[in-house]
């Protein structure tokens, strides 16, 4: 299946933090070690907690997609040919690659995929406001059960045969009463904002989040495909331990929330009144919270009336979210990945998990080593930092497009690991694109960077629609494909490529503008 959205959230390529001031004693090694415990006791745990809550889900993705399959092809095979059914209801993989399962198993991936981002999404707002008045960890305990409890039901259902298997669609709505990736991530970044001292130490600790992410996108597959060459129900058994493990971590954490949730008998700027999740305030009107608290759908409604206002006011910024929409439908095709290698190679989905860790490999590196050395010979060669972004971005959609494009006409599979090296090599587009947000071509009167948290909230949120919209049209593709011609069209990936020529379109446009006017 692929992969539940996930906090595959792209971070800046590179960080520079200022080292804190060294004393001119020497410090032996077990006092450093023990004041890095004493001192970042809270971050390790949460590290800890990141780490179990992405080895559980980098763990069950993959052997989801031979579950739905193995049912759909029992229900298949049962019609037209039990022989080929082994005791307990095995049957080989290569003969579940016919395009009458493959169809069934996209169209369901997709609706739960979908319908888990749509749930997710709708109890974010209402969660962060939870999370603010309650605390991170009882908002943290019940994602991690919710999750542990929606691959429990698919599991269920999965291997109980007089379930029908459309009854996973169920899985997705116990969402509702936990969140899904959204939650996990808005409310782990506000701990860590909570826990960090000051801008610095955050900076570092959002480092080391996102490293971690990478580590277990590229580790994740390679573990699981090992697991469910044995097993195919192992990975989910460890999957749900890791995630049943997380809740006495959880209890570690410490009982923080936003100051909003005991109000001071003072007055305080918006930005500090405003969990991370909901962004910050302008910063020009401060709110007295001695009065009475408006109602939440007051709240609710007085921030999308802020943003509306805010939005009117930055034409290039709504325009760099135009294109953010348009690359998060066209990177939407990675979502059909996994199926296609293994219906168009024949592949199973344990192998296919290796070739996936190639591109999450591939990823690590460009965004390391090759985006940051890039970026530095470009602003030194055109002595903007502006001009480095927009260059480096309108290449990678290049890069984007003919790994597209070669993944579509790829006749043999050492063609495909070609392209997905290629396509690797394109994916820091969001990443340049972010830091595109935060120059002179979105704020071009040089407004104060009070805004930034609204401009990154909205950025997400468009992304996440684009995604939500990308992920069924690609699924479309993807049918129409098995119709036509068994899968070998690669008709999803031409039509990413396209997308992603358009993205290049209108950012060099949105490049030539800001040329003229620099």
Request: aromatic share 10%; charged share 15%; net charge neutral.
């Amino acid at each position: 299946m692929a992969d539940l959205p996930s906090q595959d959230a792209a971070a800046p390529s590179s960080l520079a933090v200022d080292p804190p001031p060294r004393s001119s004693r020497p410090t032996s090694t077990s006092a450093i070690i023990a004041r890095l415990f004493s001192t970042h006791s809270n971050f390790l745990v949460i590290l800890l907690l990141l780490a179990l809550n992405n080895l559980a889900l980098r763990l069950l993705n993959l052997p989801l997609n031979r579950v739905i399959e193995l049912r759909y092809c029992n229900d298949y095979y049962r019609k037209h040919d039990p022989f080929v059914i082994e005791p307990g209801g095995q049957i080989d993989e290569g003969l579940c690659k016919i395009d009458p399962v493959q169809q069934k198993l996209a169209w369901l991936e997709a609706f739960i995929g979908t319908s888990i981002t749509i749930c997710d999404l709708v109890v974010t707002v209402p969660y962060g406001a939870i999370s603010d008045r309650l605390g991170r960890r009882l908002v943290l305990c019940l994602n991690v059960l919710a999750s542990a409890v929606l691959f429990a039901w698919i599991v269920l259902v999965g291997k109980i045969h007089t379930i029908p298997v459309e009854a996973m669609i169920a899985a997705p709505f116990l969402a509702l009463f936990g969140g899904g990736e959204c939650v996990f991530v808005s409310t782990v970044f506000a701990l860590l904002a909570d826990s960090s001292q000051d801008t610095g130490t955050r900076t570092t600790y959002f480092a080391y989040v996102g490293s971690l992410s990478y580590v277990f996108s590229l580790l994740g597959p390679v573990l699981s495909a090992a697991v469910m060459t044995l097993n195919l129900w192992t990975p989910f058994y460890l999957g749900i331990g890791l995630l049943v493990a997380s809740l006495p971590v959880c209890a570690l954490l410490p009982q923080s929330r936003s100051s909003a949730s005991t109000p001071p008998p003072y007055r305080v700027d918006a930005d500090e009144e405003t969990s991370l999740l909901h962004g910050t305030n302008d910063g020009n009107a401060p709110i007295d919270t001695l009065g009475a608290k408006p109602r939440f759908h007051t709240r609710i409604l007085a921030h999308g009336k802020d943003t509306v206002q805010f939005l009117v006011g930055k034409p290039r910024f709504n325009y760099l979210l135009g294109i953010i929409f348009v690359l998060a439908i066209a990177s939407s095709s990675t979502d059909i990945l996994t199926l296609y290698l293994s219906k168009r190679y024949h592949k199973a989905f344990a192998q296919v998990g290796y070739l996936l860790s190639l591109k999450a490999g591939v990823n690590i590196l460009l965004l390391t080593i090759i985006l940051p050395s890039c970026l530095k010979f470009l602003t030194l060669a055109k002595s903007s930092q502006v001009a480095a972004d927009f260059i480096a971005a309108e290449a990678s959609f290049w890069i984007c497009c003919v790994g597209s494009l070669v993944l579509a006409l790829a006749g043999n599979l050492w063609l495909a690991i070609t392209a997905l090296a290629i396509y690797g090599l394109g994916t820091g587009t969001f990443v340049l694109l972010l830091s595109l947000v935060k120059s002179s071509v979105a704020n071009p009167e040089g407004e104060s960077d009070n805004g930034s948290g609204k401009d990154y909230g909205i950025v997400v949120i468009v992304r996440t629609i684009g995604s939500l919209l990308g992920t069924p049209i690609m699924t479309a593709m993807w049918i129409t494909d098995l119709d036509l011609s068994g899968g070998t069209f690669g008709l999803p990936f031409l039509t990413s490529a396209a997308l992603y020529v358009v993205c290049w379109g209108l950012l060099r446009h949105l490049h030539k503008q800001w040329a003229k006017l620099s």
